[in-house]
């Protein structure tokens, strides 16, 4: 069965902190892995998304890596700032046609003064 | 705006009643998604139109749950007879794709929160 598992599952660090998120997936055979970040009571919206050819993207203050070889990605968030609380989202896409998207949980992340 | 809009953006009702949700995607995405999400969880997949071809429902789009997409643009989420557990956000998406793969990127709406009392 596929799979998505993130952790932790929440995290609360200081403003100005780096905070790295992890995604680790069973999905096969891999297409794509995307980040997205959700604000409470809102759509999710889309940080990077990468091949398998690919093994980090950045977007800003955000830095998505991924190894193949193990099935693991991480998001790196540098000098956090209040409006990065929210919950990210990591999306597994597998080939084959047709919806093949496996959503993780999330981490719910959280920046305090 | 040229974002993916869902109406309404909350909906109360009691349990037993239809709601209709109504999701408008980006105007040149041809893939429409929708998503049920509840608190704390990642978005579930509900059902996929490519143009207005339903092509993939899950099982958890039980017989209550209807979703059409007439025209190939605008699409409808309709439930029957709710129930409390049908309580969660519904989230509408839509991407531009082209082939058989799924590499569009996945453009989302702000969600319809439902809360069935």
């Known amino acids: 069965k596929n799979q998505v598992e993130q952790s932790p599952q929440s995290l609360i660090i200081l403003e100005g902190k780096n905070c790295t998120l992890q995604?680790?997936?069973?999905?096969?055979?891999?297409?794509?892995l995307r980040w997205y970040k959700q604000d409470t009571g809102r759509g999710p919206v889309s940080l990077t998304i990468?091949?398998?050819?690919?093994n980090t993207k950045s977007n800003g203050r955000y830095t998505a890596t991924l190894d193949a070889d193990t099935k693991q990605s991480s998001l790196h968030i540098t000098a956090s700032q209040l409006s990065d609380s929210a919950s990210y989202i990591c999306?597994?896409?597998?080939?084959?046609?047709?919806?093949?998207?496996?959503f993780g949980t999330g981490t719910q992340l959280k920046v305090e003064l | 705006d040229t974002g993916v809009s869902q109406d309404p953006r909350h909906k109360i009702t009691k349990r037993g009643q239809n709601v209709t949700f109504r999701c408008d995607p980006i105007?040149?995405?041809?893939?429409l998604y929708w998503y049920r999400q509840t608190l704390g969880q990642g978005p579930e997949f509900l059902t996929y139109?490519?143009?207005?071809?339903?092509?993939?429902k899950s099982r958890l789009l039980s017989d209550r749950f209807s979703a059409e997409r007439p025209k190939g643009s605008f699409s409808t989420l309709e439930i029957q007879r709710t129930e409390q557990g049908d309580s969660a956000m519904y989230l509408c998406?839509?991407?531009?794709?082209?082939?058989?793969?799924?590499?569009?990127?996945?453009?989302f709406g702000e969600g319809s929160r439902l809360t069935v009392l």
């Open positions: 998406a839509s991407s531009l794709t082209s082939g058989r793969a799924d590499t569009g990127e996945l453009f």
């Open positions: 995604c680790n997936y069973t999905v096969s055979p891999f297409s794509n």
């Open positions: 990468m091949t398998f050819s690919e």
């Open positions: 999306v597994v896409s597998f080939t084959g046609g047709g919806n093949k998207l496996t």
């Open positions: 105007s040149e995405h041809n893939r």
């Open positions: 139109f490519q143009n207005e071809a339903q092509l993939e």
